[in-house]
T-cell receptor, first 112, second 112 residues
Framework: DTGVSQNPRHKITKRGQNVTFRCDPISEHNRLYWYRQTLGQGPEFLTYFQNEAQLEKSRLLSDRFSAERPKGSFSTLEIQRTEQGDSAMYLC??????????FGSGTQLSVL | GEDVEQSLFLSVREGDSSVINCTYTDSSSTYLYWYKQEPGAGLQLLTYIFSNMDMKQDQRLTVLLNKKDKHLSLRIADTQTGDSAIYFCAERRDSNDYKLSFGAGTTVTVRA
């Protein structure tokens, strides 16, 4: 499978717990993006990496959110002290700098 | 609110053509995209158009771009039940960046 892979597909957690999601981009894609999508809305940009460098973070990315891409391959997105408002689909995307941005299937987070 | 605007719903009879409309905000946007999202899934890239083009056709899909009015449309010919999904329009404002700004999506329902 050469697509963008995200794990887990679904995560249910209690408010206040920490969660971590993983994204494996398409092999050799050097740019990796994280988006968040809430019900009835389009995806909103959170952050992106060029190789291992995090180049931009949205104001949507509060201090409780941290993303890493330590070796320039897979990336993790961690949310600390989750809140109910964090419930959303978290989407990862990658590109090799042609015109196309490819998305994974997302991780659906539910905070109870 | 969303910078990219789309109508929320479209109902179409199987075999007819669907036309989904979008207005975007930035006249300097370099590329405009159409993505498809089925329930519980990520975003599938359908097609995209460079801003110096007026039209692009790809099998059953036709994209029309009116740069003066900042209006984009996606026409799906011979609509099938498998075309039922949410369709997102997105603009890419920076030629050096792959950050996309999405509309809220148009839910297309195909009826027999």
């Amino acid at each position: 499978d050469t697509g963008v892979s995200q794990n887990p597909r679904h995560k249910i957690t209690k408010r206040g717990q920490n969660v971590t999601f993983r994204c494996d981009p398409i092999s050799e894609h050097n740019r990796l993006y994280w988006y968040r999508q809430t019900l009835g809305q389009g995806p909103e940009f959170l952050t992106y990496f060029q190789n291992e460098a995090q180049l931009e973070k949205s104001r949507l990315l509060s201090d409780r959110f941290s993303a890493e891409r330590p070796k320039g391959s897979f990336s993790t997105l961690e949310i600390q002290r989750t809140e109910q408002g964090d419930s959303a689909m978290y989407l990862c995307a990658s590109t090799d700098l042609n015109e196309k941005l490819f998305f994974g299937s997302g991780t659906q987070l539910s905070v109870l | 609110g969303e910078d990219v605007e789309q109508s929320l719903f479209l109902s179409v009879r199987e075999g007819d053509s669907s036309v989904i409309n979008c207005t975007y905000t930035d006249s300097s946007s370099t590329y405009l995209y159409w993505y498809k999202q089925e329930p519980g899934a990520g975003l599938q890239l359908l097609t995209y158009i460079f801003s110096n083009m007026d039209m692009k056709q790809d099998q059953r899909l036709t994209v029309l771009l009116n740069k003066k009015d900042k209006h984009l449309s996606l026409r799906i010919a011979d609509t099938q039940t498998g075309d039922s999904a949410i369709y997102f329009c997105a603009e890419r404002r920076d030629s050096n960046d792959y950050k996309l700004s999405f509309g809220a999506g148009t839910t297309v329902t195909v009826r027999a």
